[in-house]
């Protein structure tokens, strides 16, 4: 059993309960795939994801040459663990590997959102806007989407599910989000809990109504033990808010889309090959997949993870054996609703003149058409309502279709 305790910020309560009244009567455009209760899950990897490493081109003549000292093999004391002819998948990634054999998750390779300058603040603020650049909005496109499913029993009473300290821009907007992360501070007893409701009720009710809805969400970590130990750091901390994000999801009364961030991808110096920093927090995003798999337990088969970045890496290594801001990488699909054991990939090749600027690998597929995918098959939103209200401005990146079963 996992060791978390839920709090929830009064910014978050107080978010979720000034929409809760508009959200029940808001116009709604889709309903969740082939009727299933489906789960969605983005984990957004920030620092900017060495695509090139995690998923390695062993099939490219140029990939060795390029990546010097840091290059993957398909042999050795830890070679690249197979995929299909071309691609390998970095030895960190076992499970990872596992769900792939078992057509339970998918890579698309050479992707990218529109953004190329190469800045974290903006990147990720493209990333999680879902605009084609950055400073164009206050709210995210996982709340936008929140906000054109029909609202069901479930995910009109619950809406999304905010991982960490603060809410990410990617679940910013009108749509109700409660926030959860694990932390240290003593729990506060339901006596108290309910005297302040009480209290709350009658001077406050929109911070009652918010108070109450994430009373019920620590009510659902209790019942699933997480309490105790506090937040973490690194890898171990991926791990442990992972857990706390897939108890909320498996509850019958928990939420159903969840938004969760992972630092420590910026690997400028000191990357390493098959061992070293990238591989330590590959491991970790490997183990928080694999988390995810273990507790949702039947709930699995409906779900899908979405793992992101803001831009990729340098193809070349550089003097720090590192690597720097780049452009392409790749997009991870992980869950038992994908329709897996495949990389999609346009390759655009390595040689000098195939890279993007001379520098990167080439984005040849908008992760706006990916995402567009997953939400179309997944949770049956239609183009035009993606068009318009999800991803305005992307008319180019037509959904990909066929990632779900």
Request: glycine share 12%.
């Amino acid at each position: 059993m996992i060791d978390c305790e839920a709090t929830l910020s009064r910014r978050s309560l107080l978010g979720a309960s000034a929409t809760l009244a508009a959200w029940a009567y808001a116009p709604r455009f889709a309903f969740a795939a082939q009727g299933r209760d489906a789960r969605l899950v983005t984990i957004i990897l920030r620092g900017a994801l060495d695509g090139l490493s995690a998923v390695p081109p062993l099939g490219d003549p140029d990939y060795a040459a390029l990546r010097a000292n840091i290059a993957l093999s398909r042999d050795g004391a830890s070679p690249a663990l197979p995929l299909d002819n071309f691609f390998g998948l970095h030895p960190a990634m076992p499970n990872f590997a596992r769900l792939y054999a078992s057509r339970q998750a998918l890579v698309v390779h050479a992707t990218a959102t529109s953004y190329r300058q190469r800045s974290h603040f903006d990147g990720q603020d493209v990333l999680e806007s879902g605009m084609a650049g950055p400073g164009a909005t206050d709210s995210g496109w996982m709340n936008r989407m929140l906000q054109t499913l029909a609202p069901g029993e479930r995910i009109g009473q619950h809406g999304g599910l905010s991982i960490g300290a603060t809410t990410p821009l990617i679940m910013r907007g009108k749509a109700p989000v409660l926030g959860w992360a694990p932390q240290s501070l003593q729990r506060t007893d339901e006596d108290t809990l309910s005297r302040v409701l009480g209290l709350y009720q009658n001077r406050d009710p929109r911070l009652a109504s918010a108070l109450s809805a994430g009373m019920a969400t620590e009510g659902i970590a209790s019942r699933s033990g997480m309490r105790g130990k506090g937040p973490q750091r690194g890898v171990d901390y991926m791990k442990q808010i992972s857990a706390g994000a897939a108890h909320l999801m498996a509850s019958h009364d928990g939420p159903r889309v969840a938004a969760l961030a992972f630092d420590g991808w910026d690997t400028h110096f000191n990357e390493g090959g098959a061992t070293g920093a990238l591989a330590r927090v590959l491991g970790g995003l490997d183990d928080s997949i694999a988390t995810f798999e273990t507790v949702l337990g039947p709930v699995w088969k409906d779900t899908v993870i979405l793992v992101a970045t803001e831009f990729g890496r340098t193809a070349r290594v550089n003097g720090t054996v590192g690597t720097d801001h780049g452009t392409g990488t790749v997009a991870l699909l992980a869950g038992g609703a994908v329709r897996g054991g495949r990389v999609l990939a346009d390759w655009p090749g390595l040689k000098p003149a195939q890279l993007y600027e001379g520098r990167d690998l080439a984005p040849t597929t908008d992760l706006r058409a990916v995402i567009k995918g997953v939400l179309a098959d997944h949770l049956g939103l239609s183009p035009e309502t993606m068009r318009r209200n999800v991803f305005p401005g992307s008319d180019m990146a037509a959904p990909m279709r066929g990632l779900i079963v």
